[in-house]
């Protein structure tokens, strides 16, 4: 293929090579990537890009942080893709607290790399000590002009004074441009009179994004309040002549708000829309529109799309016209409370949605979807550690990663393969409250990923799943999701207290997207193995993902031979078993071509492969990963003199730290290789001065730590 090829000849290249529509496009982008200086891109106008290809996991960036560049706050969200490929990110800056109305201001970040950075912010909407928000843009692609619709009031009326007109003035309308990429915008110019009646109060546009519908009509979601009652509604609003002149088109019916609108594939348009008071039950609303947005169909609600109530985010992320089949996109909070940003996907326009994946488990708020020319799917969201506006941050993901490898037009709630290889029995970080802390458990897995583990095994007995309550142990499922490139396995142990419980933990993990999920028998004593084995079969008969049987007879004696271990596997939907114990013979009895066997005793994990395990979970794999991977590799290439020189180093390790209480020492080691994960739960204690005085010079003795690293 010769340099300097037009967009045509790069399409029929890629059909001959790749056939499928979507295919096509990748490779489009490929050839660009690779230099061919495209002159105009199938998807994308403007001059040619360089773009990498789309992440395979989840990367986050923070673009705006709470208390930064003069502002005590930032909200809103809305991010779009210009002409050019870049990255626009509006945010309102409210610069002496975090509530609606006040000293706010509109500001912009550009992105010219996908998101990986961007650029100094930017005020392009300042009314002095007023409220100057509520973006929502949009691109013409016939002009490449970008649109930004937006609204005004004084900054001393609250909402309800505005809604009460018991305020100084009311809410307006205004629309800035741009011509030249985001760079620079017009000056705003008001358009109150042409979309908003004389009977409405408080009005907002959006907040999130406009669309342009295949006639080149321009439509922005919108939402108002009526005047003597406490009616919200939905509404958008639309240009027929390129953002000359903006008119009002139609409404949804009461207790409608925020709302984000997509085309559908055959021409009518859908509203997605916040509910307004809240109610005792909050599920998105979603109206049709034959007529692009002049008038609305009565609503449906979608018990799929729970929500606080609080604003979402809805996208086109390919049609089968142009790709190969339809897909839409949609972002919320996905709770009962602002917390678990999540990520959908449907397969058949909004009708179910297939494919859910946490981006953030905790607590989180308003979102701005965008699909990038490489494919990448963004998210700038409102996201935190204690309260969602702490910060707003730009999450960036491949198809691939959302849908678990599965973008099948099914869903991830297909059946998966079965987990293999090496699997950390990963602790679970703690705040000083013993609350679940995300941050360093993300910064764990990525160590653990980097050093090249198969996945993770997670709220087992070393992540201490068993002294957790249900709901920070859903956390733990959705941030490690999250973290987990689509090619690894997420294992999750939902033993617990009660059969209910355990259910419960069950379908969540299914939910959440887990690979698998585990169970130590049950906890109380004196059951028998029939009981044993009913708990087993509800449990697995019940979840949609496989089970694996966690076999622990030294602290859990009610599985006691290997016919009731055989019986066990013989379950429909159970995999394998987690053999925690040092019978290597009974383990070599149980293995078979169709199960997965994970030794479960780090001191003998060689030993184990060699009697016919398929990997290992353990808790020294927290410490050193890279030796657990080395193991497993070597006993794949038959090299067993090697692998048992590393189980040697490894048991050296475990050896140290034998005389100490094991998960304490565990997580005071990652600690000190700069991965803080707090204390463990009672009733365990922390190391004492002594004992880490003790454990730290052991480890420099033995050449285990170097420079503040755990080396071999």
Not at 253 to 280: C, F, W, Y
Not at 384 to 410: H, I, K
Not at 552 to 562: E, K, L, R
Request: hydrophobic share 40%; with cysteine.
């Amino acid at each position: 293929m010769a340099r300097g090829m037009n967009a045509s000849e790069a399409r029929r290249a890629a059909q001959r090579k790749f056939g499928n529509r979507t295919a096509v496009r990748e490779a489009v982008y490929e050839m660009l990537t690779l230099g061919f200086g495209l002159l105009a891109l199938l998807l994308v106008s403007g001059p040619a890009r360089t773009f990498e290809a789309a992440p395979n996991r989840l990367l986050q960036t923070d673009v705006y942080v709470a208390g930064r560049d003069g502002y005590h706050t930032y909200r809103i969200p809305s991010v779009i893709v210009t002409p050019k490929g870049t990255l626009l990110a509006f945010a309102e800056a409210r610069r002496e607290g975090a509530e609606d109305a006040g000293d706010i201001d509109l500001v912009l970040k550009r992105s010219t790399d996908a998101g990986a950075t961007w650029s100094a912010m930017q005020v392009i909407g300042d009314n002095g000590r007023n409220t100057f928000g509520n973006p929502c843009p949009v691109i013409d692609r016939t002009t490449g002009t970008i649109w930004l619709l937006t609204t005004q009031n004084l900054g001393e009326d609250s909402e309800q004074e505005i809604i009460d007109r018991t305020g100084k003035a009311s809410r307006t309308v205004w629309v800035l441009n741009s011509t030249d990429d985001g760079r620079t915008w017009s000056a705003p110019a008001e358009i109150t009179r042409s979309v908003k009646r004389s009977d409405w109060t408080w009005y907002a546009t959006g907040p999130g994004v406009g669309i342009q519908t295949r006639s080149g009509r321009l439509v922005i979601p919108a939402n108002h309040a009526v005047a003597g009652s406490a009616v919200h509604r939905s509404h958008v609003f639309f240009s027929d002549d390129h953002g000359a002149t903006w008119q009002l088109g139609g409404h949804s019916i009461d207790g409608t708000n925020e709302s984000q609108v997509v085309e559908l594939a055959d021409g009518r348009l859908m509203l997605n829309m916040r509910n307004h008071p809240r109610k005792r039950e909050n599920f998105r609303a979603v109206a049709l529109s034959g007529d692009e947005g002049e008038t609305f169909a009565e609503p449906r609600y979608d018990r799929t799309l729970i929500e606080p109530p609080a604003q979402a985010s809805l996208l086109r992320f390919s049609t089968a016209t142009t790709e190969d089949r339809n897909r839409l996109l949609f972002a919320n909070a996905a709770s009962t409370t602002r917390e678990r940003m999540t990520v959908r996907l449907s397969y058949d326009e909004g009708e179910t949605w297939a494919v859910s994946r946490v981006v953030h488990a905790g607590p989180a708020a308003y979102s701005s979807l965008v699909v990038l020319p490489n494919l990448t799917i963004g998210l700038l969201y409102e996201r935190g550690e204690e309260r969602p506006y702490e910060r707003l941050a730009f999450a960036r993901f491949s198809l691939e990663w959302l849908t678990t490898g599965q973008d099948d037009g099914v869903g991830n709630t297909a059946a998966m393969k079965i987990p293999t290889g090496v699997l950390p029995a990963v602790v679970t970080p703690f705040d000083e409250n013993g609350r679940f802390a995300p941050h360093p458990f993300e910064r764990l897995l990525e160590r653990l990923y980097g050093a090249g583990v198969h996945g993770v095994y997670l709220c087992g007995t070393t992540g201490e799943g068993l002294l957790q309550p249900p709901d920070e142990r859903k956390r733990v499922t959705d941030v490690a999701v999250a973290c987990t490139p689509p090619d690894r396995d997420v294992v999750v142990h939902v033993g617990a207290a009660s059969m209910g419980e355990a259910l419960e933990l069950a379908a969540h993990a299914s939910r959440a997207g887990a690979r698998a999920i585990s169970s130590l028998p049950p906890l109380a004593g004196g059951f028998h193995f029939t009981d044993v084995r009913e708990y087993y079969r509800r449990l697995a008969a019940a979840s949609t993902i496989p089970l694996i049987v966690y076999y622990f007879p030294a602290s859990y004696p009610t599985i006691t031979s290997v016919e009731q271990l055989e019986e066990l596997c013989a379950l429909p939907n159970v995999v394998g078993v987690k053999f925690t114990d040092f019978d290597l013979y009974t383990m070599a009895r149980i293995t078979q071509p169709d199960r997965c066997i994970f030794n479960g005793r780090d001191e003998v994990f060689a030993a184990g492969l060699l009697m016919g395990a398929d990997g290992g979970i353990g808790s020294f794999y927290n410490l050193v990963p890279e030796l657990f991977v080395r193991i497993h590799t070597l006993a794949r290439e038959d090299r067993w003199p090697e692998a048992r020189a590393v189980q040697r180093e490894v048991n050296e390790l475990i050896t140290l730290t034998q005389p100490f209480p094991l998960f304490p020492a565990i997580k005071q080691v990652l600690t000190w290789l700069g991965i803080d994960c707090g204390p463990c739960l009672p009733p365990r204690r922390r190391l004492s001065d002594a004992e880490r005085t003790t454990l730290r010079a052991a480890l420099v003795d033995k050449g285990f730590w170097v420079h503040d690293r755990m080396m071999r």
